[in-house]
């Protein structure tokens, strides 16, 4: 029996999380987890799952919760979050959290030497070099779920790091591959919420559109595999069917394919190394493959640019992205809009070498709140 | 520095074998191989790699050679090959011999306790269960060459057993995929040897044209990997990219993909867990799928009955194909000729559980010669 230790609860990835738990209730016992705004969503959730600790955006109903569930404990906000990965009992701890807030519950869930199902990109984005020193001084591992990143994690399982010529993550081009960049002006946010292949949040889906996701993911994956940028390439894959790849020295070339459902890297996160049973099997009929544009896609050239400056350019970028694609959703801002604010944000900010973890929280803090002001102040 | 003896250095994988061992003086050293009919060739070899022990097919010029070449010791035909595997040095066999001729040597490089790279697929159709054994009483490792093994090898690296869901040998579909079988009615020897793909040596090519190559495929691969034929799946692509893939449970295809070069599966098994180096990269554009079809191709749904009834029948279909290859190759009968002999054979003959070794070699000899006998006396 695994304990898990679900922040995020209620998003994309948090609730599918949940149905893997449920599906398996000899494998995993849900032990804590943070709730979202939806009272409904947490009420099912709590009724559920019978936790022993359980964290709320705000303090606003905590009576109301701790009336209604009184074998719980209850905790609040970003220091809530803390709270859960704290709790003196082992376990996994899967990070489905949404933006740079993901950073600090993986951080001090390193401290406290519990393993991490990562589907929080931004924690490695942000605070990759750190993350990589904590895992190694806390004898932690750390699981991607991120479909391109699980993929490419199983095609380099039994291999050699030298014998790595590069990796491929694979990118659907997002709502608007088809679109050229004159025909993006017009663009709304509903068009940007309809991917082709993927059933997911709003802000990874916006980013997919924008290939700003593929963009953190190349960071990412620098990170996790602890491969040079000019060994991580990116292409356009319209079919979504080969997540990623990795091709070696000899000429072989490893590619791991799966259907577009975002549990089966969640399940193999949590159930590592074994296998659990999905019940879809994958109909091979055609595989496209092209290279990506990077004119058609500024900001995937960016993430390139700024991953290899690193520093604090990546939290910049990041935070730029977060929120512009915040004033995208309210439509404070047009689509191209998200490109505008990350690329000038990213060439105006003086970069800083080796920066401490309170460097990157602060910078990501007041790059997202003047932006913010800026935008809704117009 | 890997000492390697190399049986069939003339034939297609003997020769790339030579290239690789050339390519790398430092990590292998040539001892011992047997030679073919053209004594330009084997003039090649010997003077290129100093052998300790040659085998040649007849005594008819051992003289000669053994003039030239004093400080190599000469053997003769079958018995020679046996000899060149009993040498009293460690060192991995590369069995690239074609045909049944290739299951002794295999047996008694086990029994040498030498470890063996097999591109010979007639050791295990044959002799898969004996051989199966006789690897685990010895502790003798076997890689497989066949770049569709070796794919596949390569995709379960890591994995549990009890995951595979079933794996996937692909079929570029030889020289006639896009014949219907009336048209096969014309074909000739020339139009058969023209493989769309690979190039390879003139069995296995008409082999791969009649699909009887797969069949052997199948029942190699369930030897080497130890599964039932319920979870060996044979698959159309055209591309011959993807050589080979392996379905998980848990929703997960590993793929292993790389251009048509035989090159890289020998290197792979003569460096394994290492990969050595290939010059060209893998372009990939698109490729394709499509269910295989057993009426069109009927020898493969042969090989499946075959496998599944085992004892001596894999023997028997493998013995009938490989005469009937030899006649059609010397223009004696037709293409779909090779196809009635094979399954007539098999149907006419009384099939015997759990054979030995010696019931093996008898049945392979006397299926063949009554074969050619028959046709080369109409």
Not at 86 to 94: A, C, E
Not at 366 to 378: A, H, L, N
Request: charged fraction near 25%; charge should be negative.
């Amino acid at each position: 029996m695994k304990y898990i230790y679900l922040l995020g609860a209620t998003g994309s990835i948090g609730r599918q999380t949940l149905d893997i738990i449920k599906d398996n209730p000899h494998a995993f016992k849900l032990i804590g987890a943070s709730l979202g705004r939806n009272d409904k969503d947490n009420d099912q959730i709590l009724s559920e799952f019978p936790l022993e600790i359980a964290c709320l955006r705000t303090n606003e109903k905590l009576n109301l919760y701790q009336k209604k569930y009184p074998d719980t404990t209850f905790t609040i906000g970003t220091e809530g979050l803390i709270d859960i990965v704290k709790y003196p009992k082992p376990g996994l701890v899967v990070n489905a959290l949404s933006g740079s807030v993901g950073l600090m519950p993986t951080v001090v869930a390193i401290k406290q030497k519990k393993n991490i199902a990562l589907a929080n990109k931004e924690t490695l984005v942000m605070a990759g070099d750190l993350i990589n020193q904590y895992l190694k001084d806390y004898s932690v591992t750390l699981f991607p779920i991120d479909s391109e990143h699980s993929a490419i994690w199983q095609t380099l399982a039994h291999e050699r790091f030298e014998d790595i010529e590069k990796i491929v993550i694979t990118a659907s081009g997002g709502a608007f591959r088809d679109l050229n960049r004159d025909e993006l002006n017009d663009v709304t946010v509903e068009d940007a919420l309809r991917h082709p292949n993927w059933s997911m949040g709003p802000k990874v889906t916006i980013d997919s559109a924008t290939m700003m996701n593929k963009g953190l993911e190349i960071i990412e994956a620098h990170h996790l595999f602890q491969l040079p940028y000019e060994k991580i390439e990116t292409m356009l894959h319209k079919e979504s069917i080969v997540h990623g790849m990795a091709y070696f020295k000899d000429g072989t070339v490893k590619a791991s394919l799966g259907v577009s459902d975002m549990r089966i890297p969640i399940a193999y996160a949590l159930t590592y190394p074994n296998r659990s049973t999905y019940p879809k099997t994958l109909d091979l009929k055609q595989l496209t493959f092209q290279a990506m544009d990077f004119d058609r896609f500024p900001l995937l050239a960016l993430a390139y640019h700024v991953g290899r400056q690193g520093g604090l350019l990546p939290t910049v970028m990041n935070a730029a992205n977060e929120a512009a694609v915040k004033l995208f959703i309210e439509e404070k801002i047009t689509f191209l809009g998200i490109e505008e604010i990350v690329i000038r944000t990213v060439r105006q900010f003086k970069n800083k070498e080796n920066p401490t973890l309170e460097d990157i929280l602060e910078t990501d803090q007041s790059i997202q709140q003047s932006i913010i002001e800026y935008y809704e102040k117009r």
